[in-house]
């Protein structure tokens, strides 16, 4: 069926850039759960893993080495491969007429890309007749932004106030490895090794994702408040905490969130349960509440702990919690594609 960016295509030439990584595995899978209609994949990483084999659907791929790979007649690619690997790459295969879903943070706050979670802002693909480069957002922005646009449709949010408790796959294969290298290391009596986080993050909360910035705040910190802000369309004032804990899979977050008119919990509970993407858990009575070991493997956005918050009028708490990879990357980036071919 014809639709507005590919008119004359029913099935799609699609590339994995970092098809070797957690987000790009999970790309994979998920392209072949919702039956994206793929007409030829390719999968490409790093000079690294170049040769390397990766099966699929019954099927063995060639990773090809992304510097020595020729994108014309690709129609669309789906970059996780790290933002320098965006910013070099991702015009050239804009350039060669692919359209390119990229999950890095090279592109999102650029005036003239679209930054979309399908649940919230799919319309923002209107942006891709000029630029071919679309934006998927940062894994806690998105999960807190499905939550908070049906509430926002309702009745206005004035201020957002979030801390997050957030897995060590959001930083990739390596994250998840070292949790699992300090875990074991630690419970042998031996001194566990530091590479990836700034400090050990096994049995340890770290209150540092990404770099410091100039004004006190973290990169991921002041990526949840820029990219909330340019998603929700909203002059929102947001401020966040961002915080690794020694959590494999799904992010966790607390949000304290102030209204521009009355609401409470009972308004909220009821938007939340026909709101597109969530699952409402949330049950004092029986201590049903959503937890990472539940949400990882999903698709859905878990909301519970709703509740009104008593220091503060028309303000609200809630509790979000989902597959950071899922959701939070890959998931998002196929259903950014899906957008893109209906
Ligand atoms: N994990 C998450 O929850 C999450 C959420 C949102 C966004 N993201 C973003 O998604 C991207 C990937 O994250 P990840 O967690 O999947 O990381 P990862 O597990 O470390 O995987 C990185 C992937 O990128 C490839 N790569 C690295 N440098 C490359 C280069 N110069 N040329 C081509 N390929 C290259 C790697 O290939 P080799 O095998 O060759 O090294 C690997 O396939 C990052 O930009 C990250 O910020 C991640």
Known sequence: MANAFFPEKEAYVVAVVG???????????????????????IVLASSRSAGSIIEHEGKEYMVQDLEQFDPTGVDIALFSAGGGTSQQYAPRFAEAGCYVVDNSSAWRMHDDVALIVPEVNPHAIEMAHTNRIIANPNCSTIQMVVALKP?????????????????????????????????????????????VFPARIAFNVIPQIDVFLENGYTKEEQKMIDETRKIMEADI????????????????????????????????????ADAEGVCVVDDPATEDYPMPTEAAGTDAVWVGRIRDDHSCHNSLHLWIVADNVRKGAALNAVQIAEILIR
């Open 237 to 272: 004032a947001v401020t966040a905490t961002a915080v690794r804990v020694p959590v494999f899979y799904g992010h966790s977050e607390a949000v304290n969130i102030t209204f521009d008119g009355e609401m409470n919990a009972t308004m909220a509970r009821k938007l939340l």
């Open 19 to 41: 098809a070797t990584g957690a987000v790009g595995q999970v790309m994979l899978e998920i392209l072949a759960e919702r039956k994206f209609p793929v007409s030829e994949l």
């Open 151 to 195: 509430l926002h449709d309702a009745v206005p949010i004035k201020r957002i106030n979030v801390s997050t408790y957030q897995a060590v796959s959001g930083a990739g294969r390596k994250a998840v490895d070292e949790l699992a290298r300090q875990t074991g290391q630690l419970l042998n009596a031996q001194q566990p090794e530091v590479q």
